[in-house]
Structures are given as C-alpha cells and as structure tokens.
C-alpha cells in the first residue's frame, strides 16, 4: 500500500492521511501508566477501488516501545489471553 498499488486487488487509486492537520484522530492506546495512557499516531492507506485499509505506526520511538512492552508473537504461539479465563472474551475478527 505504501507503494501506492494495493495489494489485495492491485488498483493504483490508493490515499492516505498521512498529511492529515489533526493527527491525533487517528491513534492507538500502546500503553499506560501512572501518568495516563500513551498514545501512537497512525498512518492510514485506503484503496478506493476496493476498501482495502492498511495502518502503520508513524514513529519509530513508538514502534521501540511496543517492542519492548507488549507481548511477541511467535509462529505457533500466538494466543496473548489466557482463554481458561472467565473473562476473556473472543471478538470474533477474521483476516481478510
């Protein structure tokens, strides 16, 4: 997508935000702490041919932190929650 063809249906017509004025409307939660929530700005491609959408973390430094901080998943082990758990709670999302 960042080529600008898409990769599911191959158009050229790809657009992104990211020389979008609010970049805050477009973020994920990547952590929190005492101080709050830490937040990361996306970029987003969109292809207007299909509706395929694409997203990426804009910083670097945000990218290390999840790195550091959030789980990996590895090939065969990609299961984060416990699903023993009386809390947990499957979403229901598929791949495309």
């Not at 929530?37 to 395929?52: I, Q, S």
Request: with cysteine.
């Amino acid at each position: 997508m960042k080529n600008g063809q898409c990769p599911k249906c191959g158009s050229p017509e790809v657009f992104s935000n990211t020389n979008r004025k609010f970049p805050a409307l477009n973020t994920m939660t990547i952590g929190s702490g005492n101080f709050g929530n830490r937040y990361a700005y996306l970029d987003t491609y969109v292809c207007v041919g299909c509706g395929y959408v694409e997203n990426y973390v804009a910083k670097q430094a945000d990218l290390n932190y999840i790195k550091e901080e959030w789980t990996s998943v590895r090939e065969g082990n990609n299961q984060v929650h416990d699903s023993s758990s009386e809390d947990s709670v499957s979403l229901g999302f598929a791949s495309l």
